[in-house]
């Protein structure tokens, strides 16, 4: 049973590319994971496609303000998805990498804007979301902190891949840990 005096040792960054952002209707298209000490060095990674059905994917990118400003990335994506695995196989692989690295340590969620890829876990990978701890560190609260404080915020090259994206995730978190 997870407490809510747990120390945390470890955090498991996630980021997900999506559809869009209504987890009821949108889908999954890509998943990275980098598993890091408390401290920030990696422990180890993971990073698949998430395979969804051609039609509906396309269907539901077309009505994406995002998908359609940038559509070399948004068919990188869809090729991504549509080379990718299943659900399933997806959430499996990700709880057998977490019991390998964690065992039965508290998981506590990080990323940027955790709160909407954690919606999304929650959906579709509900065996995760049980997993995962309540608390969450979120680099965007820093973010926040930093631009109300009137100081320079991280820049980053948005280049909007999954691990990419965790990757500045950590970066950011870094330059706002020591400016």
Same mark, same amino acid.
């Given at each position: 049973?997870?407490?809510?005096?747990?120390?945390? *040792?470890?955090?498991?960054?996630?980021?997900? +590319?999506?559809?869009? @952002?209504?987890?009821? #209707?949108?889908?999954?298209?890509? &998943?990275?994971?980098?598993?890091?000490?408390?401290?920030?060095?990696?422990?180890?990674?993971?990073?698949s496609?998430?395979?969804?059905?051609?039609?509906?994917?396309?269907?539901?990118?077309?009505?994406?303000?995002?998908?359609?400003?940038?559509?070399?990335?948004?068919?990188?994506?869809v090729?991504?998805?549509?080379?990718? *695995?299943?659900?399933?196989?997806v959430?499996? +692989?990700?709880?057998? @990498?977490?019991?390998? #690295?964690?065992?039965?340590?508290? &998981?506590?969620?990080?990323?940027?804007?955790?709160?909407?890829?954690?919606?999304?876990?929650?959906?579709y990978?509900?065996?995760?979301?049980?997993?995962?701890?309540?608390?969450?560190?979120?680099v965007?609260?820093?973010?926040?902190?930093?631009?109300?404080?009137?100081?320079?915020?991280?820049?980053?090259?948005?280049?909007?891949?999954?691990?990419?994206?965790?990757?500045?995730?950590?970066?950011? @978190?870094?330059?706002?840990?020591?400016?």
């Open positions: 049973m997870q407490n809510s005096h747990d120390i945390p *040792k470890n955090l498991l960054w996630l980021d997900l +590319e999506m559809t869009g @952002l209504e987890a009821s #209707t949108d889908l999954i298209l890509e &998943v990275a994971t980098i598993l890091t000490k408390f401290d920030l060095v990696e422990i180890n990674s993971y990073e496609g998430v395979k969804q059905d051609e039609a509906t994917m396309r269907s539901l990118l077309h009505k994406n303000d995002f998908a359609k400003s940038r559509p070399l990335q948004t068919e990188e994506l090729q991504t998805s549509l080379a990718g *695995k299943d659900q399933t196989t959430e499996q +692989e990700i709880l057998q @990498l977490i019991e390998l #690295t964690f065992a039965n340590e508290p &998981v506590y969620l990080a990323g940027n804007s955790i709160h909407m890829d954690r919606t999304f876990i929650k959906e990978w509900p065996q995760l979301h049980v997993r995962l701890h309540y608390r969450m560190l979120d965007s609260s820093f973010k926040l902190w930093y631009l109300g404080k009137g100081k320079q915020p991280f820049v980053k090259t948005e280049a909007h891949t999954a691990l990419s994206d965790i990757k500045e995730s950590i970066a950011e @978190l870094q330059h706002y840990q020591y400016p």
